[in-house]
């Protein structure tokens, strides 16, 4: 291991491999090999993380800015995230894919400092928000805990490429995830995942809300020719409501630009209305959040900024529908999934 590191046990041996257990590619890796996230590396004592505290991008700025709507509105957070991804999608396309080689570059921040950091900057909590928190499970491991014990909430945004063990260890310190549903069929995640089973994703995120009652909105970009049909469209829409629950915020936005990906776009909001999603958000700003019952606003939001208004604590304030925004640190007891 490098600098230390406690690998939380996620590691094994496989005769002369040490297995990974971070992500679901589960890499067996001899000494010298490299895992498919290019940042974990097999040694004679197990694993090195060539990524361990080095911080890819830092912000402070509003919690709406990294996909979660439903969460501490109105609220600042710092977004933190470190280098390397899961999938080799990620990889080619990502800015975070690559460990930079020049040493100026390489900006390393111990998890204690920056959750200090968010504490003196009265950010309201932490979101992982930069490369894979799955290739990063030790030092956001660490960050979660930290921040959970000064009262900051967490989140993290992911594909959902972790393993169940990963999430588990977090799962005491984790209030929300921003989960990127890339598709619903074996033909889109071999486009634009490279998992090596898609449907495990599906399984950390049920996980994440009915095992550790964390706040779950899930992000899905459209491609036109990829995974706009209208069948896998309604089997990933049906998902979210039956597993997850109608209430589950879903951010439908382009994958990519074109006039058919654009009206692929706004034909998939339209199912997800149809199928029976209460919320549905596109790539337009300054877009309100209603009551599902009366459709009286309860959150205004213009020029990137949120305002809860309309609202006696989380209830509309106009029918007393719940809207089961998300707004306290203080879960329900584990193990009982949140009413849907």
């Known amino acids: ?29 001899a000494p010298g090999e490299t895992g498919r996230c290019h940042v974990r ?30 969460f ?67 030092y956001m491991r660490g960050l979660l805990q930290l921040s959970r014990a000064s009262s900051r909430y967490t989140a993290i945004i992911t594909t959902g490429a972790m393993t169940e063990e990963a999430l588990d260890q977090i799962g005491h310190y984790l209030d929300g995830m921003n989960f990127d549903l890339r598709g619903f069929s074996d033909a889109s995640y071999a486009r634009l995942g490279g998992l090596p089973n898609w449907q495990g994703v599906l399984a950390i995120a049920e996980r994440a809300r009915n095992r550790w009652n964390c706040h779950l909105e899930v992000t899905t970009r459209i491609h036109h020719g990829v995974n706009h049909d209208p069948d896998e469209l309604r089997a990933l829409i049906g998902w979210i409501k039956d597993a997850l629950g109608p209430y589950t915020p879903w951010h439908v936005l382009p994958g990519d630009a074109g006039s058919e990906t ?14 029976g999603l209460h919320y549905i958000y596109g790539a337009e700003p300054n877009q309100p959040t209603r009551c599902p019952a009366c459709q009286q606003i309860v959150i205004t939001r213009t020029n990137g900024g ?21 707004t306290s640190i203080f879960k329900p007891r584990e193990g009982r999934a949140v009413a849907g």
Not at 43 to 67: K, M
Not at 262 to 275: D, K
Not at 306 to 326: D, P, Q, V, Y
Request: one cysteine or more; aromatic letters at 6%; charged letters at 20%.
């Open 262 to 275: 654009a009206a692929a776009t706004m034909r998939a909001r339209r199912l997800g209305h149809e199928v």
């Open 41 to 70: 590396v097999g040694t004679n004592e197990g694993l090195a993380l060539l990524n361990h505290g080095l911080i890819a991008g830092a912000t402070i700025g509003p919690i709406e800015d990294h996909g979660l709507w439903h």
């Open 1 to 29: 291991m490098s600098d230390d590191v406690e690998l939380a046990d996620l590691v094994t041996t496989d005769g002369a491999r040490t297995v990974c257990r971070a992500c679901q590619w589960r890499c067996a890796l």
């Open 306 to 326: 949120a305002r809860l208004t309309g609202l006696t604590g989380t209830a509309c304030s106009a029918c007393g529908h719940e809207t089961k925004l998300h």
């Open 72 to 138: 501490f509105p109105d609220s600042q957070v710092l977004g933190i995230g470190g280098w390397g991804y899961a999938t080799v999608a990620d990889q080619a396309r990502g800015p975070y894919g690559s460990i930079p080689e020049d040493p100026a570059k390489r900006r390393k921040l111990d998890a204690d400092r920056a959750a200090n950091f968010a504490l003196e900057r009265l950010c309201r909590g932490v979101v992982w928000a930069y490369g894979e928190p799955a290739v990063n499970h030790e």
